[in-house]
């Protein structure tokens, strides 16, 4: 699991993107509050958060011609296996993840040119 780096959203090669959204769900589903090494981080702010990176990948693919289903533009949606159900709130709600910095921004780069996708 990533969560790619927000600014990289809109340059994501389609498998990556696509990929991304699937992320996004699994997070928002059953895997909100899971421990995963790669997304920790996450689960220190607001689900808000993750809806709002959600959406930007949504619009990302719309803009290319995919279509996800329009059910997860709901905030409160969580997926086929828990339906409708209000997220914990608890935590920071910010306009972006703080560990999408420069650094995060560089081993996301190093990460896609492995993929030898850029």
């Known amino acids: 699991m990533r969560l790619w780096h927000v600014s990289l959203i809109k340059y994501l090669p389609r498998q990556q993107l696509l990929g991304q959204h699937r992320e996004c769900c699994a997070l928002r589903g059953k895997g909100w509050g899971k421990p995963h090494a790669t997304v920790n981080y996450v689960f220190k702010y607001s689900p808000s958060m993750l809806y709002q990176f959600h959406l930007l990948v949504m619009k990302e693919m719309e803009q ?29 709600s910010l306009e972006k993840y703080p560990e999408h910095d420069t650094k995060y ?3 996301c780069i190093d990460n896609l040119r492995e993929k030898r996708c850029c």
Do not use: C, P, Q, S
Request: without cysteine; aromatic residues 18%; hydrophobic residues 25%.
């Open 64 to 92: 290319r011609g995919y279509h996800a289903d329009k059910i997860w533009m709901d905030y409160h949606y969580r997926g086929k296996k828990l339906g409708y159900a209000d997220y914990n709130t608890m935590g920071k």
């Open 105 to 107: 921004l560089t081993e």
